[in-house]
């Protein structure tokens, strides 16, 4: 809980997104990612959902948890979402910055707030 409330203390202060402001779906990933949990990170999604990373697809929660627990969570720590560069009911693309890489993701999620499709992309 401790890690929670410092990071979103960090995140206010370096203009990350604010949970307040993120939809559910993608507060619960952002809150996860930062704690390293992969139970609360695999909570987040849809039972059948779909992960494209730039040109890599995953499908379902085996792939998906399989994928973030090599290449996710172990820096984690160091995900923030900047900004909201769309947004629709059920859809949001946002700006990321994580590790050094400044990213786009696209979710999408269903009426319960469970990500069904993800997709991530090098910003331009």
């Known amino acids: 809980m401790l890690r929670y ?11 990350q997104a604010a949970a307040q402001d993120l939809p559910r779906a993608i507060d619960c990933y952002q809150t996860a990612t930062n704690a390293e949990d ?3 990170y695999m909570a987040c999604f849809t039972a059948d959902p779909v992960m494209l990373d730039v040109r890599r697809e995953f499908t379902g929660q085996d792939a998906i ?12 720590d160091t995900f923030a979402h ?9 859809y949001a693309k946002t700006e990321v ?3 050094s ?6 979710y ?5 707030g ?7 992309q090098y910003a331009d």
């Open 97 to 99: 910055k994580w590790l």
């Open 65 to 76: 948890r399989a994928w973030a627990l090599r290449e996710v969570i172990p820096h984690g």
């Open 114 to 120: 469970r990500i069904a499709r993800m997709s991530l």
């Open 108 to 112: 999408w999620w269903d009426d319960d």
């Open 5 to 15: 409330v410092l990071g979103l203390c960090a995140c206010l202060v370096a203009g």
């Open 82 to 90: 900047r900004m909201i560069l769309e947004d629709a009911p059920g």
């Open 38 to 40: 992969i139970d609360a």
């Open 101 to 106: 890489w400044v990213v786009h993701y696209s």
